[in-house]
């Protein structure tokens, strides 16, 4: 099991310059969780393809079904005071602290293709890459 970023998941879901890596992933570890926020972060990513890429909504909300049925039974909520206490100790967002905090609680990697939380975070996050380097 991972913890996925919200990039992760577009990237299976959305043709990218990411698309392969994060397809590779699916295939190594296909058992991925996702804090609730998930949803809200990819709405908004879907809504900047919608308004600035051409996306059509009908497409959009195709990417939004494919993309809740791969999360359906793997979301959790998270706990605001670690969430606070994440971002006291590293320089991070809310928003990347409720990834960390989930995958701190599961015990588990978050694999992310952002280098700066992976450099903040190192004891938890890895990157998309270095996760796919590591010995299964």
């Known amino acids: 099991m991972i913890v996925a970023d919200v990039n992760l998941l577009a990237y299976v879901l959305i043709k990218g310059e990411h698309t392969e890596t994060a397809s590779a992933i699916l295939v190594r570890d296909p058992d991925w969780a996702f804090p609730y926020l998930w949803?809200?972060?990819?709405?908004?990513?879907?809504?900047?393809?919608?308004?600035?890429?051409?996306?059509?909504?009908?497409?959009?909300?195709?990417?939004?079904?494919?993309?809740?049925?791969?999360?359906?039974?793997?979301?959790?909520?998270?706990?605001?005071?670690?969430?606070?206490?994440?971002?006291?100790r590293y320089p991070i967002t809310a928003y990347d602290a409720e990834y960390v905090a989930l995958a701190k609680h599961l015990r588990v990697p978050l694999v992310t293709f952002d280098r700066k939380l992976v450099g903040s975070a190192a004891e938890t996050a890895i990157s998309a890459e270095g996760f796919l380097r590591r010995k299964p």
């Open 39 to 88: 949803r809200f972060e990819f709405r908004n990513i879907l809504a900047m393809l919608i308004q600035h890429r051409g996306m059509r909504p009908e497409h959009a909300l195709l990417v939004w079904d494919n993309a809740t049925s791969l999360a359906r039974q793997r979301e959790f909520s998270t706990d605001p005071n670690v969430i606070f206490n994440l971002v006291t």
